[in-house]
């Protein structure tokens, strides 16, 4: 049997090594003598440092049966082992050597070491990843609260990057990202945290700042780091970040919470675009409680039956007559009154609820044209519907339109989906499809605010789009701004061209109304026309119309 045992130590991938009560080398195995790069020499005899190194020095100290970790050179080449130690004792107990068994762990370390390392940071730009940067934020907190230094959070967001990754491909938007890391990197110290948290979405911790204007000087060397131009392959592009900053420790506040700050203030950034950065503060918290409330009221509001439509007429330029109108949305808020959509649609869009608000639009809008076409067939007048983007990427919007054309079938071409500018730089292929179904229904698309995106009338061209609408933008800078009223008298001309009807959106005076009807403009909407109004005041003007018509029929025949 001990013949057998010793063949079987000898075969042994593992290294062992049995040395005597003074740590003198007993014997070793062939794996042994390669791990320490031994040659035929006798080792039996010599005291273990000569033969394991520095090895040695580690297995007297509290080495007893316990496992260490060591990286050894073999043939040039660094490995590690896992070295397990157990006491030789005789029968009664006293120490007579020590066993060592090496085995070699370096392929495992690696695996591990890599599953840790993707497991705490970003794979394509090597920052740390969102696990990671909770981590180190939840550390600063701690150490804020316990007397630390205060710190600063930042939240960055790239400007247009999804605009430069569809259109130049992925491959650059990956490069982009990786030169703004580096970039980030390099105007930060080491000891501050980047972290990619995903898209194109960074955050940034700093360590021990002194105060607020630590933390925007910092802002402003990050934001001029990044829009310095990027060379990359076959292109150059510019970009830019919005950047909310938020300062810790808060009272209560935990790391979740102040990523939440930045986040709202690179909200807040995003809109000033003058600034490009923007500092969380009090009143962002009141905002944020605020926007909490609002969000689960208008929840409730669609149950409620709190949502109304107003009706703004859009006249023909020459006979003024009503042929359209636009419904638009309000909210009968029950302690704050009467809401206009800024209030409350960007809520709406963010959340998703505008789904569900926008279904009801279109059947209450519907129902309500049909009353009208039914009601006043003499001046039976079109509709034009608001569409947000959400609601056009929604899959269950053809299902719905389908739905309520079934319910309330207006007139043929009387119905008008309004659609902005965004939509078609979101996905441009997906858009065509969805246009193209609703069109075979019947639908007449209108973009809205035109001029103000980044589209082009040749791009209109391509899409089953009826109707312009020119922004109210352009319309107030007429009287003042010479290139405004150049776009517009463009625009019409253009669109007229390509066959398409002009509204302009947003006629306020007289001078306005004569020099668009002198471009050619056809139909105009406006507060010198008339307000959004209720249903009552449309039928009322409906009725109007009715008896306008009628009686100019009378009196032609
Ligand atoms: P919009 O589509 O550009 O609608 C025109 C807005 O301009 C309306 O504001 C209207 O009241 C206002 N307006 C009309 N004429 C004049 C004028 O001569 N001067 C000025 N200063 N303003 C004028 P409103 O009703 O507050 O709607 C704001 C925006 O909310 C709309 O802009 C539209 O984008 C959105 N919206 C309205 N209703 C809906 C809806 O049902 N669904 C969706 N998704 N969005 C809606
Ligand atoms: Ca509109
Ligand atoms: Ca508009």
Known sequence: LP??????VDEMRDGVVVLDDSDRVLDLNPAARGIFGLTGERMVGRPATEVIGALAGRIGSGGEGSTLQVTLESAGEERSYEVRVSP???????????????????ERMRMEGELWHNAFYDSLT???NRALFRDRLELAVHRAKRGGHPFAVFFLDLNRFKVINDSLGHAVGDELLVTVSRRLEACLRP????????????????EEV????????????????????????????????????ALGPVPEGDAELLLRNADMAMYRAKESRVLHYAVFDRAMHEQAVE?????????RAVERDELRLHYQPIVATETERVVCFEALLRWEHPERGL??????????????LIVSIGEWVLREGCRRLREWQQRFPAAAPALTVNLSTRELAHPELVSAVERTLQEAPPLPGTLYLEITEDAMVESPEALERVLAHLAGLGIRFSMDDFGTGYSSLSHLHRLPVHTVKIGRSFIARMGSDAEAREIVRTLVSLARALRMEVVAEGVETE??????????????????????????DAEELLQGEQARVESGAASAG
Not at 93 to 101: N, Q
Not at 217 to 241: D, F, K, N, Y
Not at 291 to 299: A, G, T
């Open 191 to 206: 000891s501050d945290t980047v972290a990619r948290l995903g898209g194109d979405e960074f955050a940034v911790l700093l």
């Open 291 to 299: 926007r909490l409330r609002l969000e689960s009221e208008l929840r």
């Open 126 to 128: 090597g920052l740390a």
């Open 339 to 352: 809401l206009d959509p800024p209030a409350f649609i960007r809520i709406a869009e963010e959340t998703g």
């Open 3 to 8: 013949v057998a045992r010793e063949r079987v």
């Open 88 to 106: 030789l004792t005789d029968r009664g107990g006293h120490l007579t050597g020590r066993l060592l068994v090496l085995r070699d762990a370096t």
């Open 511 to 536: 001078a306005q109304r004569a020099e668009l009807r002198a471009f050619g403009c056809e139909y105009l909407q406006g507060y010198l026309v008339s307000g959004p109004l209720t249903v009552e």
């Open 210 to 245: 002194e105060g607020v204007e630590d933390a925007t000087r910092v802002a402003e060397r990050m934001q001029a780091a990044i829009s310095e131009p990027i060379r990359l392959p076959g292109h150059e592009v510019v970009t830019s970040a919005s950047i909310g900053v």
